[in-house]
């Protein structure tokens, strides 16, 4: 079992990076139970996560330097495969994904969300999911590579297609 120590940083799934704030026992059932309390001050909250269990819920350690390195190559190198036909079956598959908090899966959220973007533009909803997987990787690499979140981002972030016919800048070079 892998223990955690107070303040290390951690990311639990769906609600990314996180802290171990304290270990504290409750009793439940009768039961005398060992906690981690997790503080994610993005979203301003806290969980408890049972110390017993908190490897099977996903709790796990922030990803080493060759781990982000292998993540933004996936990123950069990744070829998308098209959606579902089913959008219900999509969105399943996609939060199913999201609750694994494996950064490679999660990666592949944003390969895919990015490239549609950029194709045809997303829903609300596609949206949405970009801008928390985003989150939750732009938000990890920082801490795992020791650099500020908009240096995190620029690690991620595809460059923007350059536009095809720029007659803006020809009318202002004549």
Same mark, same amino acid.
Request: charge should be positive; hydrophobic fraction near 35%; include cysteine.
């Given at each position: 079992?892998?223990? =955690?120590q107070?303040?290390?940083k951690?990311?639990?799934?769906? =609600?990314?990076?996180?802290?171990?704030?304290?270990v504290?026992? $409750?009793?439940?059932?009768g +039961?005398?139970?060992? =906690?981690?309390?997790l503080e994610?001050?993005?979203?301003?909250?806290?969980?408890?996560?049972?110390v017993?269990?908190?490897?099977?819920?996903?709790?796990? $350690?922030?990803? +080493?330097?060759?781990?982000?390195?292998?993540?933004i190559?996936?990123?950069?190198?990744?070829? @998308?495969?098209?959606?579902?036909? @089913?959008?219900?079956?999509?969105?399943?598959?996609?939060?199913a994904?999201?609750?694994?908090?494996?950064p490679?899966?999660?990666?592949?959220?944003y390969?895919?969300?990015?490239?549609?973007?950029q194709?045809?533009?997303l829903?609300?909803t596609e949206?949405?999911?970009?801008?928390?997987?985003?989150?939750?990787l732009?938000?990890?690499?920082?801490?795992a590579?020791?650099?500020s979140? @908009?240096?995190?981002?620029?690690?991620?972030?595809?460059?923007k297609n350059?536009?095809k016919?720029n +007659?803006?800048?020809?009318?202002?070079?004549?």
């Amino acid at each position: 079992m892998e223990t =955690f120590q107070l303040g290390e940083k951690v990311i639990y799934p769906q =609600f990314g990076l996180g802290t171990i704030a304290e270990v504290t026992e $409750k009793r439940v059932n009768g +039961t005398s139970l060992s =906690f981690y309390r997790l503080e994610f001050p993005i979203k301003q909250m806290e969980i408890l996560v049972p110390v017993q269990r908190a490897r099977e819920n996903g709790l796990r $350690k922030v990803m +080493t330097h060759q781990e982000v390195d292998d993540l933004i190559d996936c990123i950069s190198s990744s070829n @998308q495969v098209s959606k579902p036909q @089913q959008w219900h079956r999509w969105r399943k598959k996609t939060l199913a994904q999201l609750k694994t908090g494996d950064p490679l899966e999660i990666g592949k959220i944003y390969c895919y969300l990015q490239s549609l973007e950029q194709k045809k533009g997303l829903s609300y909803t596609e949206r949405k999911i970009l801008l928390q997987v985003e989150r939750l990787l732009i938000s990890e690499i920082a801490v795992a590579k020791q650099v500020s979140e @908009q240096e995190a981002q620029k690690l991620i972030t595809p460059p923007k297609n350059k536009p095809k016919n720029n +007659t803006r800048a020809r009318k202002v070079a004549n």
